[in-house]
């Protein structure tokens, strides 16, 4: 069974530093995002149900998109509160 590195052209050096596949892809499957967004498939499922999270439709499936995505965690975001002296 040949591995990863054996099968790739590149230093083991240069293969380290690059990123997983999936970080820079444009489009995500919802298992894909939710590794990205580090949530559970569910959290990302109920916010596509919810309309929360844009989505394009293929068949069956849900893609989605990095800068839906992105805007997503950002609109969820919660600043920390300012502390008084």
Same mark, same amino acid.
């Given at each position: 069974?040949?591995?990863? =590195? $054996? ?5 083991? +050096?240069? !293969?380290?530093? &690059?990123? @997983? @596949?999936?970080? #820079? +892809? !444009?489009?995500?499957? /919802? &298992? $894909? +995002?939710? #590794? ?7 959290? *990302? &499922? +109920?916010? *596509?149900?919810e309309?929360?999270? @844009?989505? *394009? ?5 849900? /893609?989605?998109?990095r800068? #839906? ?6 609109? =969820?975001r /919660?600043? &920390? @509160? =300012?502390?008084?002296?």
């Open positions: 069974m040949t591995t990863l =590195n $054996e099968r790739s052209s590149r230093p083991k +050096a240069q !293969q380290a530093l &690059a990123l @997983p @596949p999936t970080l #820079d +892809a !444009q489009y995500f499957t /919802v &298992a $894909e +995002a939710a #590794d990205l967004l580090r949530a559970r498939k569910w959290t *990302i &499922a +109920a916010a *596509i149900r309309k929360k999270l @844009p989505y *394009i439709r293929m068949g069956k499936k849900f /893609v989605l998109m800068d #839906d995505l992105d805007a997503f965690a950002l609109a =969820n /919660v600043d &920390a @509160p =300012n502390k008084r002296d």
